[in-house]
């Protein structure tokens, strides 16, 4: 289901993607190694969120989808927003009625607090125009944990999508990189001092043999903090608002006593 019409103005868009973009995206998934590094990303998001059967997920910056098919076959309650209609479009293509989607920005959510176990934004601050409101927003529609995957700044793969934005005009031409430490911060400024867990996955440049890329697969390759794609989860705390409580009450009436004095 499609609902494009929530907002009649979007606000802090960023960088909306047209449907040149949009196909960009599905070419480069039409690639055997592009297809592999995302199922890897994706079963890095599953493992670190653990999201059960029945449990609802929010995919803030749902692109075409990609990431959508996994969370369905595991029964969860998928719902997912994205600024660009032309992604929504390919989006619905791909999944039809089973994912509720709408066009929205990541900055301003339309739901309500809590409103949903787990959410994840990955490689979606790269392009948003406020990150930080943009983790606030998750933050406050999300009730368990929330997964952040980002192209790591300090990765040979940050280096060759600046590149390719600059020799080929891919949509990383507009995108902003991040840290591992520099998302940390942000969270911590938003939530206070939670439990915030890391996990990297290295992608070894082709033409390196098999046995270095295999190396992706190890377990210790994951902590690694130059690994080109990041995923961080953050565990939420409930927090209670404390205000005095009102009561009312009739006063007693003062008991007067009499005392007579004789002489």
Same mark, same amino acid.
Not at 17 to 38: G, I, Q, S, W, Y
Not at 102 to 118: G, I, Q, Y
């Given at each position: 289901?499609?609902?494009?019409?929530?907002?009649?103005?979007?606000?802090?868009?960023?960088?909306?993607?047209?449907?040149?973009? #949009?196909?960009?995206?599905?070419?480069?998934?039409?690639?055997?190694?592009?297809?592999? &590094?995302?199922?890897?990303?994706?079963?890095?998001?599953?493992?670190?969120?653990?999201?059960?059967?029945?449990?609802?997920?929010?995919?803030?910056?749902?692109?075409?989808?990609?990431?959508?098919?996994?969370?369905?076959?595991?029964?969860?309650?998928?719902?997912?927003?994205?600024?660009?209609?032309?992604?929504?479009?390919?989006?619905?293509?791909?999944?039809?009625?089973?994912?509720?989607?709408?066009?929205?920005? #990541?900055?301003?959510?339309?739901?309500?607090?809590?409103?949903?176990?787990?959410?994840?934004?990955?490689?979606?601050?790269?392009?948003?125009?406020?990150?930080?409101?943009?983790? &606030?927003?998750?933050?406050?529609?999300?009730?368990?944990?929330?997964?952040?995957?980002?192209?790591?700044?300090?990765?040979?793969?940050?280096?060759?999508?600046?590149?390719?934005?600059?020799?080929?005009?891919?949509?990383?031409?507009? &995108?902003?990189?991040?840290?591992?430490?520099?998302?940390?911060?942000?969270?911590?400024?938003?939530?206070?001092?939670?439990?915030?867990?890391?996990?990297?996955?290295?992608?070894?440049?082709?033409?390196?043999?098999?046995?270095?890329?295999?190396?992706?697969?190890?377990?210790?390759?994951?902590?690694?903090?130059?690994?080109?794609?990041?995923?961080?989860?953050?565990?939420?705390?409930?927090?209670?608002?404390?205000?005095?409580?009102?009561?009312?009450?009739? #006063?007693?009436?003062?008991?007067?006593?009499?005392?007579?004095?004789?002489?």
């Amino acid at each position: 289901m499609i609902n494009c019409g929530f907002f009649t103005k979007l606000k802090a868009m960023g960088y909306d993607f047209d449907d040149n973009d #949009a196909k960009t995206f599905e070419r480069r998934l039409e690639h055997p190694r592009n297809r592999l &590094a995302l199922d890897r990303q994706n079963r890095l998001m599953i493992d670190m969120l653990k999201p059960m059967r029945g449990q609802s997920v929010l995919d803030i910056g749902c692109g075409t989808g990609a990431r959508l098919m996994p969370l369905l076959q595991m029964g969860l309650d998928v719902t997912a927003i994205d600024v660009s209609e032309h992604m929504i479009r390919v989006a619905a293509q791909k999944t039809g009625s089973r994912v509720e989607l709408r066009r929205a920005s #990541a900055e301003d959510l339309p739901f309500e607090d809590n409103a949903f176990n787990f959410s994840y934004l990955v490689t979606t601050l790269e392009f948003v125009e406020n990150p930080r409101q943009a983790l &606030a927003e998750a933050c406050r529609v999300t009730k368990d944990r929330i997964f952040v995957g980002i192209v790591n700044r300090y990765s040979i793969q940050s280096v060759e999508y600046r590149l390719s934005g600059i020799f080929t005009g891919s949509p990383y031409r507009h &995108a902003r990189f991040y840290s591992i430490w520099e998302i940390k911060r942000m969270l911590r400024d938003i939530l206070g001092d939670v439990p915030i867990s890391w996990k990297t996955q290295c992608r070894i440049p082709r033409g390196c043999g098999w046995m270095l890329q295999n190396l992706e697969t190890f377990e210790p390759a994951k902590s690694s903090p130059f690994g080109g794609f990041a995923g961080l989860v953050v565990s939420l705390i409930p927090r209670y608002r404390v205000r005095p409580l009102d009561i009312r009450c009739a #006063a007693e009436t003062p008991t007067v006593m009499l005392v007579s004095i004789i002489p």
